[in-house]
């Protein structure tokens, strides 16, 4: 099942800078998008979200842009600070039912 | 911050025998979840349950499995003969109510070890 895809594994920024990173969605039906942040050993923590009428939603230094024609998501992180430094995964839901979600992508920011 | 708390934190059991884990979800959230990540997998969707019955379940929660809200505060998920291929780590994940588009909140997890 392959509905929510992260394709980058891994992404290295240094503190200061933008980070973007992607996510990519198969499911026309899905209906809303969210973001979650997980360190080793806690479980995710919900970021931000996006309705699918929108496509821009931000929450101070978090934006996440939702490209419905290409079925694509992306969310930036501006400016980065080490703290940042998390699993990120992209979910995504029909009709307020479950999440599924992407495989994560590994974020570093660099001091 | 009102949050999801799990436990145990881990369980190591033998296979075949029976395992309970346990949730707390937030206080006035009526939606509840149960997820698995087995290691280096997806996060994957077991059981939603809502007004005391499963709403949805996937295909990974076959008849070894089953979900309880025991009392007004404790959510559990029961898998009756564990199987090796069921060492994971299993969040609870909890939602208010009446309210469509909302996250679901997360807890901790607890780490399944079957021996």
């Known amino acids: 099942d392959q509905q929510v895809k992260q394709n980058s594994p891994s992404l290295s920024v240094q503190e200061g800078r933008i980070s973007i990173l992607n996510c990519d969605y198969t499911?026309?039906?899905?209906?809303?998008f969210l973001w979650y942040k997980k360190y080793p050993a806690e479980g995710p923590t919900f970021l931000i979200s996006i309705s699918s009428i929108k496509d821009k939603n931000e929450d101070g230094r978090f934006t996440v842009f939702l490209n419905k024609s290409a079925k694509h998501l992306s969310l930036h992180i501006v400016p980065s600070q080490p703290g940042d430094s998390a699993v990120y995964f992209c979910?995504?839901?029909?009709?307020?039912?479950?999440?599924?979600f992407g495989s994560g992508t590994q974020l570093t920011v660099l001091p | 911050e009102p949050e999801v708390t799990q436990t145990p934190s881990h369980q190591v059991t033998q296979m075949g025998q029976e395992v309970i884990l346990r949730c707390v979800p937030i206080s006035n959230h009526l939606y509840f979840y149960w997820y698995r990540q087995i290691l280096g997998q997806k996060v994957e969707f077991l059981v939603s349950?809502?007004?005391?019955?499963?709403?949805?379940k996937s295909e990974i929660f076959d008849d070894q499995f089953s979900v309880e809200r025991p009392d007004g505060s404790n959510f559990t998920l029961k898998i009756r003969s564990t199987k090796l291929e069921d060492s994971a780590m299993y969040f609870c994940a909890s939602k208010g109510r009446g309210q469509e588009n909302q996250p679901q909140h997360f807890g901790d997890g607890t780490r399944l070890s079957i021996l």
């Open positions: 499911n026309s039906m899905f209906d809303y």
């Open positions: 979910a995504a839901i029909v009709s307020a039912r479950q999440l599924t």
């Open positions: 349950f809502y007004n005391n019955e499963i709403s949805e």
